[in-house]
């Protein structure tokens, strides 16, 4: 591993852990030559999984797609980053989990709803409104009272 600040490939490894939740192994790492400490992380590399949209065209699952979308739906409410974090990483391991080579995007966006249902109500209308496509007032007051009758 090369070494980000002074680009030697001489480092050790001081210290590895799972982290948890993902499919990931974090290294804390030294570099022999110029003693300054980073880390990195390993992750088992999976086969690409195609997403099929709902205009049925297909692109390669992006992380970072499903990360801005429950960001977006999460702004500015009292969600912490390791919960954000911590459900993506399981969104994510459920997909690849179904080790299939495509998913449709209406059972990711399932997956995703039923996070956010657990994490933050608000954030759940916000992502369920987007998700949806809730035409007028009426279709959003109909999931609001399901919502409420669940409770």
Same mark, same amino acid.
């Given at each position: 591993?090369? #070494? !980000?600040?002074?680009?030697? &490939?001489?480092?050790?490894?001081?210290?590895?852990?799972?982290?948890?939740?993902?499919?990931?192994?974090?290294?804390?790492? /030294? #570099?022999?030559? #110029?003693?300054?400490?980073?880390?990195?992380?390993? *992750?088992?590399?999976?086969?690409?999984?195609? /997403?099929? *949209?709902? %205009?049925?065209?297909?692109? /390669?699952?992006?992380?970072?797609?499903?990360?801005?979308?429950?960001?977006?739906? #999460?702004?500015?409410? !009292?969600?912490?980053? $390791?919960?954000?974090?911590?459900?993506?990483?399981?969104?994510?391991?459920?997909?690849?989990?179904?080790?299939?080579?495509?998913?449709?995007?209406?059972?990711?966006?399932?997956?995703?709803?039923? *996070?956010?249902?657990?994490? %933050?109500? /608000?954030?759940?209308?916000?992502? $369920?409104?987007?998700?949806?496509?809730?035409? &007028?007032? %009426?279709?959003?007051?109909?999931?609001? *009272?399901?919502?409420?009758?669940?409770?």
């Amino acid at each position: 591993m090369r #070494c !980000p600040f002074c680009g030697q &490939d001489n480092t050790r490894v001081v210290d590895s852990r799972p982290v948890e939740e993902s499919n990931s192994i974090r290294r804390r790492r /030294v #570099c022999e030559s #110029c003693g300054r400490r980073f880390t990195t992380y390993e *992750k088992v590399e999976t086969f690409p999984v195609m /997403v099929i *949209k709902k %205009d049925q065209t297909r692109e /390669v699952y992006d992380r970072s797609k499903l990360e801005q979308g429950i960001l977006r739906a #999460c702004h500015k409410r !009292p969600v912490s980053s $390791a919960q954000l974090s911590e459900a993506l990483n399981e969104i994510e391991t459920a997909i690849y989990a179904r080790e299939q080579a495509e998913i449709l995007s209406t059972d990711i966006g399932e997956m995703v709803m039923s *996070k956010l249902k657990d994490l %933050d109500m /608000v954030a759940y209308v916000r992502f $369920a409104s987007v998700y949806r496509e809730f035409k &007028d007032a %009426d279709t959003f007051m109909e999931e609001l *009272k399901k919502l409420l009758s669940e409770q």
